[in-house]
C-alpha cells in the first residue's frame, strides 16, 4: 500500500456517543505552522474505507481553537445519530510570531477570518481559505478514506460563521449546504472585520470578496436553503458587530429571501451555552442537505 504524502499525527483517540473522537496535528504547508484539529466519526466509521460518511466542518469563532466546538457545541451526540463525521479545524495559523500577532483576541492568532491574506507580513502565512478548502480537506479525505468528499456542509460560529457562509458562496457547488450561529454577516461594516479585512487586506476594493452581505448579491450558484440563528441577548448582536439584517436585506434585494432563514432565540447570548441549545437543528439542517435525514 503506498504512503500517504500527507501524514497526520493523533495525539488522542477519545471515545464518544459511541464515535471516536481524533485529536490530530500535522504540517500545514499553507499555513508554515504545524496544526491542531479535531475530527469526529460516527459509530463504526473509523478504520473502515465503506460505506463512507458525510462530512461536516465546524468553524469556530474569535479565540477559538479546534476544541471550543468539540468540546462544548454538543454536535457530536447529533453527528452519531446521523452518521455524520465533524471535522473542526483551528482558526489561524499558530506558528509565526508577526509584530502584534499575539496582542489582541480579534486579530492575528485565532483570528484568521477564514481568508487568504494579501498584505504583508500575513499574506506569507495566514491562508486559512486555502487551508479550510483546498489543503486541508485534500489532506483529511485521502488520509481518513471513510470521509466522503462528495458530501461535505459547512457551518461556523460568529468569526466562523461569516467563514461558513463567505466560503459557501466563494466555492458553488462544494458544499450541500450552510448554516450559521451569530454570524458576523457584514464584516467590512463592523469593527472585527473592520479591523480584520485592513489588517490582512492589501486594499479595500477586496473586502466585497470577503462579506457574505456582498456576496450572496453576485453569487451565480445552486439555490441554497442557509439556516442562521441568533440570541436574542447577544451583546455583539446588540454591539453592532453582527449584521445580521444587513445580510436579509441584500438576500431580498437578489430574491433570495425565501433562501434564508433567520431564527433568532430568546434570552440567548453568544456562548456555547447558546449554541449547544441549537446544536441538533444545525446538524439536522446538514444532514439533510448531506442525504441522511
Ligand atoms: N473579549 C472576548 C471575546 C471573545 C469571544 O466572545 N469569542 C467567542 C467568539 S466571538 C466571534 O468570533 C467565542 O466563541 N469564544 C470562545 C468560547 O469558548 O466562548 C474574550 O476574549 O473572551
Sequence with gaps: MATPAFQFTTKANISTFGGTLLKLTHESAVLESTMALNVFFPPGALGR??????????????????????????????????????????????GSSHPGEHDAYDFGSAAGFYLDATKEPWAQN?????????????????????????????????????????????????????????PIANPSKCPWGEKAFSGYLESKEEWTKHDATELIKTYKGPDFDIL???????????????LIDNFVAAAKEVGRESQVTVKYAPNCDHSYYFISSFAQEHVEHAAKHLGVL
Design 49 to 94: 474505507s465503506t460505506p463512507k460518511v458525510p462530512v461536516l466542518w465546524y468553524l469556530a469563532g474569535l479565540t477559538c481553537s479546534g476544541d471550543n466546538g468539540s468540546e462544548k457545541g454538543f454536535f457530536n451526540y447529533w453527528a452519531a445519530k446521523y452518521g455524520i463525521a465533524v471535522v473542526y479545524p483551528d482558526t489561524s495559523s499558530r
Design 126 to 182: 495566514y491562508q486559512m481559505e486555502t487551508y479550510i478548502t483546498d489543503e486541508l480537506p485534500a489532506a483529511l479525505y485521502s488520509y481518513f478514506v471513510v470521509l466522503d468528499s462528495s458530501r461535505v456542509s459547512l457551518m461556523g460560529h460568529s468569526m466562523g460563521g461569516h467563514g461558513a457562509l463567505t466560503l459557501f458562496f466563494k466555492h458553488p457547488g462544494k458544499f450541500k449546504s450552510t448554516s450559521a450561529f451569530a
Design 228 to 242: 442562521i440563528s441568533c440570541g436574542i441577548a447577544d451583546e455583539f448582536l446588540k454591539g453592532g458587530q453582527l
